[in-house]
């Protein structure tokens, strides 16, 4: 991977190594071939990389982005979709009475990077930063409906859905779940789009099944459409 140099041997090293990462999960022989250092200089690094949390591993051992990132760029403000998700969040939550969050994936993890919650009553609480499964929830099956077929093939194994499921998601844009992630609890979730169309992220609302019923789509699909659009379109126009 040829990169301009700092100057700073190591620290254009520590680069390489996370630039590589964000196209997806990388074993220590992989990040040796795509990035040219040495196999003991890679370990080392990405090793020091997880202990700062810039990196981590999933769940086969592979190195992927760690959640600091997304914890630096909500600090800085820098990342655009986070800053126009809180109010967006914000609406959707007053609109629908249920906690509302937006997920987006890193490696084998949904990571939450924003959230509104409800504000009394039973309500399903997701921590900023939380990371949870791919392979359960409104929200997994959305960030992996418009993924290529092999990495849905992929996605699907040990998955609590289907690809008829997925494909019943992508008729209709959006995604709901009951009791799939935790018993109890339903959500609905839809997709946001980057300027380029991909699915960059997953707009979501949850809470208790007793509110929102055994078909909670019917409920709530179209405010978290609209939600999902807003954010897409916010990002469109670059504003």
């Known amino acids: 991977m040829e ?3 700092s100057g700073v041997g190591v620290l254009d090293k520590a680069l390489s190594i996370l630039a590589t990462l964000e196209s997806g999960p990388h074993s220590l022989a992989e990040l040796v071939a795509v990035t040219g ?8 690094l990405a090793v020091a990389l997880e202990h700062h949390r810039l990196v981590s591993r999933d769940l086969n051992g592979r190195f992927v982005l760690g959640h600091r990132s ?4 909500l600090a800085a403000g820098e990342d655009r ?3 126009a998700a809180a109010p967006a969040l914000a609406a959707l939550r007053d609109a629908t009475g249920e906690s509302a969050q937006l997920y987006k994936r890193q490696g084998d993890v949904r990571l939450c990077v924003a959230v509104a919650e409800r504000l009394s009553g039973l309500r399903d609480s997701v921590p900023l930063g939380a990371g949870l499964s791919m392979q359960a929830g409104s929200a997994a099956q959305v960030l992996l409906s418009w993924e290529e077929s092999e990495k849905i093939h992929r996605g699907l194994k040990g998955a609590r859905f289907t690809a008829a499921h997925l494909a019943a998601n992508r008729r209709r844009g959006w995604a709901q779940s009951v009791g799939e992630r935790e018993a109890g609890i339903a959500s609905v979730s839809a997709p946001v789009r980057g300027p380029n169309g991909k699915v960059i992220a997953a707009v979501s609302i949850s809470g208790p099944i007793e509110r929102l019923g055994r078909q909670p789509g019917r409920l ?7 939600t999902a659009e807003r ?4 990002l469109k126009q670059g504003k």
């Open 220 to 226: 709530h699909s179209a405010a978290v459409v609209a």
């Open 81 to 83: 979709l986070i800053a």
């Open 3 to 5: 990169k301009k140099n």
């Open 231 to 234: 954010l897409t379109e916010h």
């Open 70 to 73: 997304a914890e630096l760029a």
């Open 37 to 44: 250092i040495a196999r003991p200089t890679a370990h080392r």
